[in-house]
């Protein structure tokens, strides 16, 4: 009797015979490894005695795909396939390294440029190894951009010009962008300042940011990003440019309800010997939620409508006495939120008529909602009309219900501030017939 987990009888044929008390098993396989228990009953009693058989097997290992090329961010696959026995380790080896993976399936799911190269699974027991390897390639375009020259801090006298370069590369070529104070610099922006970027020989992307003639208002935090489809890198530093405070105006800011708002302070002139914020002529923070930072940054966390909604005031001062202030206004936006879904009965009749009503309780306008059918649009098809109730709801109508209308109906409402979703199942019931005779 063969005695695995479970005990079973040895299933006896031509290969496998019981001659007596001795077990022949012709040509061994594999499969054939494990306990056997051994019973002998009389009518005294009996006994029973367990051997293990292990049947070896030279290990062979294959890894498919042998070779596949990935495109940047996609995903990739290797499958280890390996016969023999015993087996009592699998470990996967990139370019000679263990990656500390011993299932025989490896998984990348996005692939990045340091993951190409060869992959080797290896298996082994107690008297021998095998191992396959296969390589993996990055297809098309893959190397994200990268900075090779970047503009640095500095503290000028007013007057000078100004040149501060970033200079990137990557395949494809990136685009580089600039911002002053996380506001994108256009003409209209600040006058004087101008933008030049191209495309040298060597495929480097040269872009610069041109200041004609230094003044106070330059000055500040600038960033250039540079983007392209397979990444993105930003460098930051100060131009400082001497001279009394200044404030740059600040566009107004929407916060959605429950996270947090962050706002830099666009402070230039130099030296300033500090910056507060104020709110109704009380400077913060007022409560725990508020954090104040010396370089002028403003942090909220779990923002609320009610009590954060406000004008804020920067100021800053230099040590001589001079000061600058600029206002700045945020909206706090509510998020819809959703009545559940309800037909009003668990499990409609075939050919009755149904109602669906969503109804959004809270939410910021413009306001928009939809519904969905198993995931899909709904189409005149269907049998199914919707319409508004007004600017917070909309009515799902089914005049005759069907069993093609069996499934998942999904309401959603999004708003500038987020999405929000409810979902219902429709369970139809055939009609009844009689049957007389």
């Known amino acids: 009797m063969k005695s695995n987990n479970n005990k079973k009888l040895v299933t006896l044929d031509e290969r496998v015979k019981q001659v007596g008390g001795t077990l022949i098993i012709k040509e061994a396989r594999v499969d054939d490894s494990g306990k056997y228990l051994c019973m002998v009953n009389n009518s005294v009693g009996g006994e029973s005695v367990e051997t293990v058989l292990t049947v070896t097997a030279p290990l062979t290992v294959e890894v498919e795909p042998k070779q596949q090329v990935v495109d940047y961010g996609r995903p990739a696959n290797f499958k280890c396939n390996y016969k023999g026995n015993p087996i009592n380790e699998v470990a996967w080896l990139k370019n000679g390294v263990s990656i500390g993976h011993s299932e025989p399936i490896l998984r990348i799911k996005s692939v990045k440029k340091n993951d190409r190269g060869m992959y080797q699974c290896f298996v082994r027991n107690d008297q021998e190894s095998a191992q396959a390897a296969a390589e993996l390639k990055l297809g098309g375009r893959f190397d994200p951009p990268e900075f090779v020259k970047v503009f640095e801090e500095q503290a000028l006298q007013a007057g000078p010009s100004v040149q501060m370069p970033c200079i990137a590369k990557g395949d494809p070529a990136p685009e580089i962008r600039w911002y002053l104070f996380d506001m994108e610099i256009s003409d209209d922006l600040s006058a004087g300042v101008t933008i030049g970027s191209f495309e040298a020989p060597n495929r480097e992307v040269v872009s610069y940011v041109n200041i004609t003639q230094a003044r106070t208002k330059h000055g500040g935090l600038y960033k250039c990003v540079a983007t392209s489809k397979v990444g993105q890198v930003t460098h930051s530093a100060r131009l400082q440019i001497h001279g009394a405070p200044f404030v740059r105006p600040m566009e107004d800011l929407k916060v959605v309800a429950g ?10 002139g130099y030296p300033i010997t500090n910056i507060v914020w104020e709110r109704e002529g009380r400077q913060l923070p007022i409560n725990d939620r508020q954090r104040v930072f010396q370089n002028g940054t403003l942090i909220i966390e779990d923002v609320q409508r009610n009590e954060d909604a406000a004008t804020y005031t920067c100021i800053a001062r230099n040590a001589e006495g001079y000061s600058a202030r600029s206002d700045l206004e945020v909206t706090v ?32 306008q413009p306001l928009t909602i939809s519904w969905s059918f198993h995931g899909s649009n709904i189409t005149s098809d269907l049998g199914i009309t919707t319409m508004p109730t007004g600017p917070m709801g909309s009515l799902l109508m089914i005049p005759s219900v069907g069993h093609k209308h069996r499934g998942t109906y999904t309401c959603k409402a999004s708003n500038l501030a987020g999405v929000r979703v409810q979902t219902v199942e429709l369970n139809v019931n055939g009609k009844l017939f009689r049957v007389t005779g």
């Open 259 to 268: 996270k947090e708002l962050l706002k830099t302070c666009p402070v230039a």
């Open 333 to 364: 936006m509510d998020p819809p939120d959703l009545l559940p879904l309800n037909f009003g009965r668990d499990v409609m009749n075939e050919g009755a008529s149904a109602q669906l009503l969503c109804i959004v309780t809270q939410g910021d």
